[in-house]
């Protein structure tokens, strides 16, 4: 056929774009983030991190023109990896007790967390003691008033 004809098998460009969903964004969704608790402590810092601390006194003392955080953050990385397990070991040691106290404090502020809010959920009881209290009175009141 040659001509014009087409085939009743083939989509046409007009067909193809009326079968086409679209999908709603799904942006929204993503978007919402969860409110950070301004009270939660920081993570305790890896054996690197507590290394880096004192590796950027001495990078600094030893270039004190060197403005760049990355050239730090290179040379700290390069002697890290240069660096033996024994040699690691005094930094892991004192990462390892700071993750320990912020451990504790972790527990500490759980255990605050939990009462204060055993608290709250005490007071919002919908009768006040005074209430609770006039009730178990007016009880015994009409035990003894049926006895006369």
């Known amino acids: 056929m040659k001509g014009g004809a087409k085939s009743k098998s083939e989509p046409t460009k007009a067909d193809s774009r009326l079968s086409v969903k679209k999908k709603a964004p799904a942006r929204a969704a993503k978007t919402a983030k969860k409110a950070k608790d301004p009270n939660k402590p920081k993570r305790a810092p890896s054996a690197f991190f507590v290394f880096l601390e004192e590796f950027r006194k001495e990078y600094k003392e030893k270039h004190p023109d060197n403005k760049s955080v990355a050239a730090v953050g290179k040379a700290a990385g390069a002697k890290w990896r240069s ?66």
Do not use: C, I, W
Request: overall charge negative.
């Open 83 to 148: 660096m033996s397990d024994s040699d690691k070991a005094p930094y892991v040691n004192k990462s390892n007790k700071r993750k320990a106290e912020v451990q504790k404090t972790a527990a500490v502020n759980a255990k605050k967390q939990e009462t204060s809010s055993r608290a709250a959920a005490d007071d919002d009881s919908d009768k006040s003691k005074s209430e609770v209290n006039d009730e178990g009175d007016d009880e015994s009141e009409e035990e003894y008033e049926d006895d006369d």
